[in-house]
């Protein structure tokens, strides 16, 4: 199974940015790198995934390193809502498997 | 709304009873997905559908059975489960083929088992 490494849990400010980070130095050429996060009482919310080049969708960026090994999940202004537990996964040719994932916290 | 329906919510059952979950989803998606999620502990996969035919097992005990009738509903049917079965059961569905890479999945809410 393809690893990924998350911090257990973060803090940030309500509106402002936020950086998750993920850790997977053992991805191979074709792993996609997906994000997903589950908020209280609910089942996970796919949040955005990428390949090689950076993404941007409505709901947050995916930065991908240029030797793919670390990614991470931008929320440009946190709010309220956004506090939940974030998974990041490497998806091939396999079954998505999560991880514990970052709980993140977000402080009014 | 998720698109993903699951039922019920909430399930309380002894270890002699049979019951069954419901998953059902009207997104045109060709494959579905039973998750188990205890406390403390990531998400295990447990099994998967494509295209109505079971294409991974994931090493789940007998007592936990799988029914796919067509695309759009999934089935859970469990008898003689144990109280450490007891956590939410989450289906998922993805339009694409589940080994695919840019595979996204949509959860359901998720059917809260509790095994007295």
């Known amino acids: 199974d393809a690893k990924t490494t998350q911090p257990n849990s973060m803090e940030s400010n309500e509106e402002e940015p936020v950086h998750l980070p993920c850790n997977h130095s053992?991805?191979?050429?074709?792993?996609?790198i997906h994000w997903y996060r589950q908020l209280p009482s609910q089942g996970p919310e796919y949040v955005i995934h990428g390949l090689t080049s950076n993404v941007n969708n409505r709901m947050a960026s995916l930065a991908i390193a240029e030797d793919r090994k670390s990614s991470t999940l931008i929320l440009h202004r946190a709010t309220l809502r956004d506090a939940a537990v974030y998974y990041c996964?490497?998806?091939?040719?396999?079954?998505?498997?999560f991880g514990k994932g970052t709980r993140l916290h977000i402080l009014p | 709304e998720t698109g993903v329906t699951q039922t019920p919510r909430h399930l309380v059952m002894g270890m002699t009873n049979k019951k069954s979950l419901k998953c059902e989803q009207h997104?045109?998606?060709?494959?579905m997905y039973w998750y188990k999620q205890s406390a403390k502990k990531p998400l295990e996969l447990m099994f998967v559908y494509s295209l109505e035919e079971r294409v991974e097992n994931n090493s789940v005990p007998s007592r936990f059975s799988p029914e796919c009738p067509n695309s759009s509903h999934l089935f859970l049917h469990l008898h003689t489960l144990q109280p450490e079965d007891s956590a939410l059961y989450l289906c998922?569905?993805?339009?694409?083929?589940?080994?695919?890479?840019?595979?996204?999945?949509?959860f359901g809410a998720g059917s809260r088992l509790t095994v007295l």
């Open positions: 998922a569905s993805s339009l694409l083929g589940w080994s695919a890479g840019a595979n996204v999945l949509t």
């Open positions: 996964i490497l998806l091939r040719d396999d079954k998505i498997i």
């Open positions: 997104l045109g998606h060709n494959a």
């Open positions: 053992t991805i191979s050429g074709t792993d996609y």
